[in-house]
């Protein structure tokens, strides 16, 4: 094979080598062209015979002039197959219990069974915030002195202090890919949002104003983080989002009261919506809006307070917790305030929500192939160098 045709060479009776080009023409022919002279001959068929291909052409002077290429099967062409993105499905809810006598991250299933226990140090942990697949959870904890961020599988294994920082360190939030941590420290004489590497390295300021931030939420994309600070003229807590890198501040809401506004973004996973909490109306309910502001949208309506809204990973539902049954405890919502379902029930108060996902396994799709090439082309599919025969 040269240049993409099927070349054949062999020595004539008078000593001299022959050596010649077979190519398919755009019309669905074939010529045969003398490599030494150039000349091109006319085909006059092609056809098998024995399983072999069949040329024949008219040389001049010397009659027909006939060869054989055995037929080779074509191997058919694996079509690669794009590795599936691995689909995250609504999976564990964690969340704050002091059910043991001790403040504690816990796990359980969104339809209230299954419940697990994730940390069991004396110190006391919460503020739990799952990775979007699930495997991981940070949370923060008292247990040396102040507050700093920890990380932990979810199911309790593998423990790692990320902060050793003297100020206190907590809220945190896993980025989506799990790479990076949001998190709120008093390390400069403020409550300011930092980020951080998910093994406690590189850590960056993120917000520099004077007024106290909280509660900081990955967007979708680990580009954006959304807050709720009181830093406007009026001091009314509002939502805000900001770039990673510290630019783009952009108020989302626009509470003016002084002493009851918006609080605990969370992200919708398509990175559209933000689920918050308010006071507006005398009693604090959970809350949507867009990104830019617009169409805001009261979720719950219970007289009882409703706390710290969770979007499901799917972004079909909200979990929050809720003192509407006389103690706190862990609820779900559809986003459009509908099909409300209570999960936890332990008296000693459950809080802080925080809703993972689990990776759905990809389907095993089987190798697909391109159709065989027939066998009456002459392609690559030939070998001439080898099995070029004249008779």
Not at 22 to 41: F, H, M, P, Q, W
Not at 201 to 221: E, G, H, L, Y
Not at 227 to 233: K, L, M, Q
Request: negative net charge; hydrophobic residues 25%; proline residues 6%.
């Amino acid at each position: 094979m040269e240049d993409g045709a099927i070349v054949g060479q062999w020595t004539s009776n008078n000593g001299l080598n022959q050596r010649w080009r077979i190519e398919a023409t755009d019309s669905g022919y074939y010529r045969v062209i003398s490599v030494n002279s150039n000349k091109a001959l006319d085909v006059a068929g092609v056809s098998q015979e024995n399983g072999a291909a069949l040329i024949q052409w008219e040389n001049t002077g010397n009659g027909n002039q006939e060869f054989f290429f055995d037929l080779v099967a074509a191997a058919p062409t694996p079509t690669p197959t794009p590795t599936p993105t691995p689909t995250i499905q609504n999976g564990r809810i964690a969340f704050t219990s002091g059910r043991n006598g001790n403040f504690d991250i816990y796990t359980i299933n969104p339809d209230g069974t299954d419940e697990r226990q994730v940390t069991t140090n004396s110190g006391s942990n919460s503020q739990p915030s799952f990775s979007r697949d699930g495997t991981r959870i940070a949370f923060s904890s008292l247990r040396n002195g102040n507050r700093d961020i920890y990380v932990i599988n979810a199911d309790g294994t593998n423990e790692q202090r990320l902060t050793t920082n003297p100020a206190s360190d907590d809220e945190p939030s896993f980025s989506p890919d799990g790479t990076r941590i949001a998190f709120r420290t008093f390390r400069n004489a403020g409550r300011d949002i930092y980020v951080m590497n998910a093994d406690g390295t590189n850590q960056q300021q993120v917000t520099t104003a004077a007024r106290d931030d909280f509660a900081p939420s990955f967007s979708p994309d680990g580009t954006r983080i959304a807050f709720h600070s009181a830093r406007g003229s009026d001091h009314g807590e509002n939502i805000y989002v900001i770039n990673v890198d510290g630019t783009n501040e952009q108020r989302v809401t626009n509470n003016t009261t002084r002493f009851c506004g918006e609080y605990n973004p969370s992200f919708s996973p398509d990175g559209t919506r933000i689920a918050f909490e308010s006071c507006r109306n005398n009693s604090r309910d959970v809350y949507t809006i867009n990104v830019d502001g617009t169409n805001e949208q009261q979720v719950t309506t219970n007289p009882a307070s409703d706390f710290e809204p969770s979007f499901s990973p799917d972004g079909t539902r909200i979990a929050f917790y809720s003192t509407r049954d006389g103690n706190f405890n862990i609820y779900t919502i559809s986003t459009d305030g509908t099909n409300e379902q209570q999960v936890t029930t332990n008296p000693a108060g459950d809080s802080a929500p925080s809703w993972g996902g689990a990776v759905a396994s990809p389907t095993s799709a089987s190798t697909q192939t391109s159709e065989p090439i027939p066998t009456q082309m002459l392609t690559s599919t030939l070998l001439p160098q080898r099995h070029l025969t004249r008779r």
